[in-house]
């Protein structure tokens, strides 16, 4: 069961009337306590004429004038002498300092109990400071609502960080990793021309500038997905054919398709809607290439645009060997392969669908990936904020 958890005002609030309610009952029972003890006192040391006249008196009996004027006098004795004044002054002194004293033990109590979370997250915050991103925050008990948030929000940055580290010294070994085979290559045979070991050719040529475009590729991908990243790139929206924008993506690839003799099927409905066409040119153009590097031996593609009353879809389906629900998510990671697909023999630069997916984002979409439904392969949809010009046509097959 979980315990219920108090704000920072009620519980304050809390505190400082316990406080008070308590300073106000020390000093109700001290002094009915010190008035009980003098009546005790007093009656104790009464005569035992005077202690029958006090008991007619209770029991509502008939006493003489001169008894009861008796007993007025000895009372008025005890009660205005000087002693009882000491006493009552003492006690009064004594109540203060113990009322004083819970007052403190009290407010160091709440105190405690309140600043435990906060002391807590200092130290955390000390010890990333010195580099420990693995420190375990611990649960505080007795906190309120708003140093649990302080505490949880505290864990999500911490994660954050420790991610970010990891993910920066992934980058950094991927990056060296992705550079070394191409600068590899180009050192040899620049080294290999210069000692005279090989001799210029085109195809040498051709292999170098490839190289070349290779690293190319590399920078402008990590280029795009930094500024998409810090919000530096920001589409620039202007109302599209969506349509019309993938038919020149597919004419443009339709060699390479034709060469790996990869069968392309569309199905479009006409969807108007305000995005960066060069950024949607660039996201469907890495779908596509993905398909045809790790699903070619399907050697079937079909490229499909629907819309709902929110979203505009733009789906790549191919009939390649398909995706591990694992992987789902890690396929859109910086630099991640596939185990089928882990080294450059696909010439995948391992960016293509992180830059699709941060372009999708920098929309306000998203982009899906799931197995095909009805047969082997894989599905990547490109989900985007539908802003429609005109209306949804009939489903045409082209």
Known sequence: MTRRRWKLRTQLSLSMIFMALTVLGVFIIGMAAFYLFLQDLWLANLSAAHRTTLDAL????????????????????????????LAELAALIALIALAVLSSVV???????????PIETV??????????????????????????????????????????????????????????????????????GLGDGVFTPSKDMTDGLIA?????????????????????????????????????????????????????????????????????????LTALIDN????????????????????FAYLRVVDHGPGIDPADSEKIFDRWWRADSSRNRAAGGTGLGLSVVRAIARAHGGDVIAQNNQTCTGAELALKLPLHRAGGVAEQAEI
């Open 58 to 85: 209770i029991n509502n009996e008939s006493v003489s004038p001169d008894a009861l004027t008796t007993l007025i006098a000895a009372f008025s004795l005890y009660w205005g002498g000087g002693e009882y004044a």
């Open 211 to 283: 190289q070349v475009d290779t690293l190319s590729r590399i920078v402008d991908e990590l280029d795009l997905l930094s500024r998409l990243s810090a919000g530096q790139l920001v589409p620039q929206v202007i109302e599209i054919d969506l349509v019309e924008e993938v038919k020149r993506v597919i004419t443009t690839m339709r060699p390479d398709l034709d060469r790996l003799e990869m069968k392309l099927e569309t199905s479009f409905v006409p969807v108007f809607l305000q995005a960066d066409p060069v950024r949607l040119r660039q996201a």
């Open 106 to 116: 009290i407010g160091l109590l709440a105190a405690r109990r309140l600043s435990a």
């Open 122 to 191: 200092t130290r955390a915050a000390l010890e990333i400071a010195g580099g420990n991103l693995t420190l375990e925050i611990p649960d505080s008990a007795g906190g309120v609502l708003e140093t649990e948030d302080l505490l949880s929000g505290f864990r999500v940055m911490t994660k954050g960080l420790e991610q970010a580290e990891r993910e920066a010294n992934d980058s950094a070994a991927a990056i060296a990793h992705e550079l070394r085979t191409p600068l590899t290559i180009l050192r040899g045979r620049l080294q």
């Open 291 to 310: 398909a045809m590097r790790y699903a070619a031996s399907g050697q079937y593609i079909k490229v499909v645009i629907h819309a709902d009353d929110t």
